[in-house]
C-alpha cells in the first residue's frame, strides 16, 4: 500500500473544503501521463463506490490544493465525518491495476482504552 495523504480533519475540511497536503501533488497518482496534475481524482471506498474529487489550485501564490466543496461534501455526508477523524488516500495494486482508495478513521474510547475504527455510512 502507498500512502497519498493522511490527514485528521479540521472544522475547515469540514465545512468548506478538503484542504489538500502539498506534498500530495507531488504523487504519480495525481498525475496524468504528461506529468500534468488531474482536475479530478477517482477515488473508490471501502464498499468499491467511486468518488470524483475535483482538485483545485491557486495560480497565484502558495498552490494551496483543496478538494472542491462540491466533489467533497456528499463523502463527508456520506460517512457522517466529523472534526480529527483521519481521512487516507492510498493506492492499492490488484493485478497490475492501481486504484485509489479512500477511507476514514474514527478514534473510539471504550472502557479507557483508545483505539481506532474505520468509518461506516452513516
Known sequence: MDIL???SLTKTDLEHQFVVPIDFLKKHAVRDENGDLKKK????DRD???????????????????LTPASWHPFVKHFGLQEGDVVR???IRNEGARKIQIQAWREIVILGTSAWAEVEKV
Open 48 to 66: 468499491g463506490q467511486e468518488w470524483k474529487f475535483q482538485l483545485a489550485i491557486r495560480k497565484d501564490g502558495h498552490p494551496k490544493p483543496t
Open 5 to 7: 495523504c493522511e490527514k
Open 41 to 44: 481524482i477517482p477515488s473508490f
Open 89 to 91: 488516500f492510498y493506492i
